[in-house]
Structure formats: structure tokens, C-alpha cells
């Protein structure tokens, strides 16, 4: 893995990163309220199959990562009833778009689902003014089975000097 320094922050171009996979969640409504299929193994690859699921709420203002995992895709479903800036950066030296960096508004406006393959960097930040909802469906257990395992993630956001930065004169 390559930890590119402040002075090689530069080098992130905003484009698509290979193999992450961004799809619509379709709110199918009716009399009772709606219903969104978040994935389907017939629409997913199995190497993406969730192992387990999770949610979780986050503040307005309040970013989660940016982080990456050396063996876990993380399938996010970001459906509202907020939105959030969801940034990934392509840290794979052997990946055709090395260094390339993403940035989606996703939620409410915009409901979709994001997979993350392993070595992709990731954060999300709620970036409107209710707490914003999002539901992971990982492709391994936390800590695997039996939580005996240490935890696959390398936590950028501990570094206060990480070229990882959800915020930027962009956005």
C-alpha cells in the first residue's frame, strides 16, 4: 500500500475509480409508505455478497472517515432523510486509476448505493441539517467470526495531515 504525503496531495484527479460500483435506489411507493431494494445477488458480484449489515446515524456537520480496508468492500446505501458528500480516493498502485478521486452527493435528492472495494480510501460527511441515515452492508464480519479478528481498517482520519481531505475549495 502507498501513503502519498501532503506534497503528492496534488495528484488525486476527480474522475471514476475502477471498480467502485454506484447504482439508484428506486423507492417503489404505495398507500403504506415505499420499499427500495438495497442489493440483489442477481445485480451484485459475488465477491461484493454482504456478510452482515449495520446502520447507523450521523450528525449534521459530522464526517465518518476517510478510511480503507486491506480485505472489506463496504456496499453503502445512502437514502436519506439527509444527504451526504461521499469521497473516495483510488490508493491501489496497481489499479488503472491510481490516484484518481471521486466525489458523489448521494441521499435524499439522490438516493444510491455505493460499493467500496478493498484499497479504495472512503469518507462521508452529512452535509445537510438532520441527522442522515446510512445503512452498510460489509462483504466480511467486523472483526470476523466470532469478533476474534483485528479490525480491517487503516484510519486515515487519525492523521491530521492526510492528504485524504473531505473538504476542499470544490466542494
Known amino acids: ?9 496534488s495528484i488525486f484527479v476527480e474522475k471514476p475509480i475502477r471498480d467502485v460500483v454506484v447504482y439508484e435506489l428506486k423507492k417503489f411507493h404505495d398507500d403504506r409508505g415505499w420499499l427500495a431494494e438495497l442489493f440483489r445477488h442477481d445485480e451484485l458480484d459475488a465477491e461484493f455478497y454482504p456478510a452482515m449489515s449495520y446502520i ?25 432523510p439527509s444527504t451526504f458528500k461521499m469521497r473516495m480516493w483510488d490508493n491501489r498502485p496497481d489499479s488503472p486509476t491510481f490516484n484518481h478521486r471521486m466525489t458523489l ?12 472495494p478493498k484499497g479504495v480510501v472512503h469518507g462521508y460527511k452529512n452535509v445537510g441539517d438532520v441527522d442522515g441515515m446510512v445503512i452498510n452492508c460489509p462483504n466480511r464480519l467486523y472483526m470476523g467470526e466470532g469478533k476474534r479478528e483485528p479490525i480491517d481498517e487503516i484510519r486515515h482520519e487519525d492523521d491530521h495531515d492526510t492528504i485524504f481531505q473531505m473538504e476542499d475549495e470544490d466542494l
Open 56 to 80: 447507523s446515524f450521523t450528525n449534521p456537520g459530522v464526517a465518518r472517515g476517510p478510511h480503507e480496508h486491506v480485505d472489506q468492500a463496504d456496499l453503502f446505501c445512502f437514502i436519506g
Open 105 to 116: 452527493l448521494v441521499g435524499i435528492d439522490n438516493p444510491m448505493a455505493v460499493v467500496v
Open 1 to 9: 500500500m502507498t501513503i502519498p504525503t501532503q506534497e503528492t496531495a
